[in-house]
């Protein structure tokens, strides 16, 4: 099975930095993704990482490091609008299915 | 090109009752993954259908079905409805079974499921 682990909240003002770490145990592993979703919406895909290291897309980057079972999510020159649950999610080698963390709630503050 | 789309948008049940969702998938997205979402949690994995055949299933009781259709588009049929079962309901489309598009899924809107 796997198991996921990620912060429940974070707080910050905008055009602060928001790092959202990840942990995960999974007998199987293809790639951790992140994903957004306000409330009420439906999750929006932000970034995959199959390989170690720092991927960047925009003011999001997300880093992987399969030795420590670990990846994190990096929001930088944070806006109200980011203001949303952020979730990651793997896939076990041996299965179809995306495991997804509890969601980390980040609220943006002026 | 169009995106996921979910009906309905709510529902509102009551314990015991059988109820259907549907969803269409992505325009060219030929595999379409169904998820629960309860309240302040991730979404958990119901199951999977690429081509009309279902292609993995993760930890939910076999009240729990689906079918996917020749155009992609699927259902998500639940019977005997429990309390447990007020969530929020994801489908997921993707294009191939290429491991990288597993690791993108579009979602749709949900449907906001209540069982009294």
Known sequence: ?110 | ETGVTQSPTHLIKTRGQQVTLRCSSQSGHNTVSWYQQALGQGPQFIFQYYREEENGRGNFPPRFSGLQFPNYSSELNVNALELDDSALYLCASSGTREISSYNEQFFGPGTRLTVL
């Open chain 1, 1 to 110: 099975g796997q198991s996921l682990e990620q912060p429940s909240e974070v707080t910050a003002v905008e055009g602060a930095i928001v790092q959202i770490n990840c942990t995960y145990q999974t007998s199987g592993f293809y790639g951790l993704s992140w994903y957004q979703q306000h409330d009420g919406g439906a999750p929006t895909f932000l970034s995959y990482n199959a390989l170690d290291g720092l991927e960047e897309t925009g003011r999001f980057s997300s880093f992987l490091s399969r030795s420590d079972s670990y990846g994190y999510l990096l929001l930088q020159e944070l806006q109200m609008k980011d203001s949303a649950s952020y979730f990651c999610a793997v896939r076990d080698r041996d299965d179809y299915k995306l495991s997804f963390g509890a969601g980390t709630t980040v609220t943006v503050r002026a």
